[in-house]
């Protein structure tokens, strides 16, 4: 049997696609690779981001974004209309002194999105 290689694919189901296109790529600065009627292809760092729009609101699993420095990103993204409902916080203390930090927020369907980085300690990037 083949080994599993890890996921190079997300599918999200939407409500309405062209406000979800407009978040993704105007407010998180995603770029777009592809749009058709009813779906739309986001690049996140070599992970094919495949949006579906379903015309209804739908649950969905957490996305979590990693950024070099969380606390820029943050800033950045507040500055293009995303709110961040508490700062930054620490997550994990990892054995080797480095610290996990994510910060969370919604998507324009309100479901939960996420910004995570691995930073050395007391906050300085890693």
């Known amino acids: ?11 999200r189901p939407v409500e309405t696609l062209d406000r979800a296109r407009t978040f993704l790529r105007d407010r998180l600065g995603l770029t777009e690779l592809l749009s058709r009627p009813g ?3 986001f690049d996140m760092a070599g992970v094919r981001l495949i949006l579906r ?8 699993d957490t996305l979590y ?3 070099a ?5 943050c800033e950045s993204l507040t500055a293009h209309g995303v709110h961040f409902p508490e700062p930054p916080h620490l997550a994990e203390r990892r ?3 480095s610290e ?6 919604t998507d324009d369907e309100a479901r939960p999105l996420a910004l995570h980085a691995v930073m050395a300690p007391k906050g300085r990037l890693h």
């Open 39 to 41: 779906l739309a292809c």
């Open 1 to 11: 049997m083949d080994r599993l290689s890890p996921d190079d694919h997300i599918l």
């Open 69 to 73: 420095d969380i606390f820029a990103a």
């Open 65 to 67: 974004f990693g950024v």
């Open 53 to 60: 729009e379903t015309g209804r609101r739908e649950a969905a």
């Open 95 to 97: 054995p080797d002194g």
């Open 100 to 105: 996990v930090w994510v910060a969370f927020f």
